[in-house]
């Protein structure tokens, strides 16, 4: 479909980094995971209010993900991105932590300044289930996380706050709310002019929207109209996605965003 008449504002992030430094000295005498853990690698690990940061944690979301040498996640407001060692129970993140830098309101700011004075002190880890512990030299907990993984933290009523208009993704416009309600194999929700559902097939963190239908009542502008194809395309591009608190995200084939939710 053509542009809109009013462009929706396009969402995007300016990886202006902040370098923050850190101790980083392997110790601690922490365990490393069980049989029956979720793996350190490839988990994305969800901050929990299991270890006080000193201040609420209570409607902000932080996680860590470690992949192939690299730490990155949300600290709060900012997404941040650091080198990281391991070596059996002794990790190290840092010692420089590069973020970028968007306004955040107080609680989100006061979390991201203790996550990230913390993490730069990791020097071991401890898994037990479903819950990583991070730990100091000297063997006292900094933070808490639990594992957000498969398709259990899916199910439920979200808002999205943007989507894939085949260039860009763009945020929601025109003063309306589109929805999806996730179950184990359906979606459906509204799409601000009609209803709309599906089936949904999801294995691990892997997904599969579609085909969708829905109602055919037109939309009162070709902003909301072009607004409610390209959400749909989108939803039915999502290949993977990711639960962090009360974010959902979808991803396209390649590793792009398809939708971002809020949940209700």
Avoid at 128 to 156: E, V, Y
Wanted: charged share 10%; hydrophobic share 35%.
């Amino acid at each position: 479909m053509g542009p809109l008449g009013r462009r929706a504002s396009v969402l995007a992030v300016a990886a202006l980094p902040l370098v923050i430094t850190g101790c980083g000295s392997s110790s601690g005498g922490s365990s490393g995971p069980s049989a029956a853990s979720a793996p350190l690698e490839g988990t994305n690990w969800v901050l929990t209010s299991g270890v006080s940061l000193g201040v609420p944690l209570a409607g902000v979301t932080a996680n860590l993900e470690l992949r192939s040498g690299s730490a990155s996640g949300s600290s709060g407001c900012n997404r941040y991105h650091a080198p990281y060692q391991l070596s059996g129970s002794k990790l190290t993140i840092g010692p420089q932590i590069a973020t970028t830098q968007m306004a955040c309101g107080p609680a989100q700011t006061a979390v991201e300044r203790a996550y990230l004075d913390r993490i730069a002190k990791v020097a071991s880890f401890s898994i037990k289930g479903d819950t990583l512990t991070l730990f100091d030299q000297g063997a006292t907990a900094l933070l808490a996380f639990t594992a957000s993984t498969g398709g259990t933290g899916l199910a439920g009523s979200w808002i999205a706050t943007g989507y894939y208009t085949g260039t860009a993704v763009q945020s929601v416009a025109g003063g309306v709310e589109i929805s999806a309600d996730f179950t184990s194999t359906m979606v459906s929700g509204r799409t601000g002019c009609n209803s709309y559902g599906g089936p949904v097939a999801v294995s691990g963190d892997t997904i599969h929207v579609g085909p969708l239908a829905s109602t055919l009542i037109a939309c009162p502008t070709e902003e909301l109209s072009t607004q409610e194809h390209q959400y749909l395309e989108a939803l039915q591009l999502a290949t993977t996605f990711k639960v962090t608190g009360n974010r959902l995200d979808l991803f396209r084939p390649g590793g792009g965003y398809a939708v971002t939710y809020s949940r209700t």
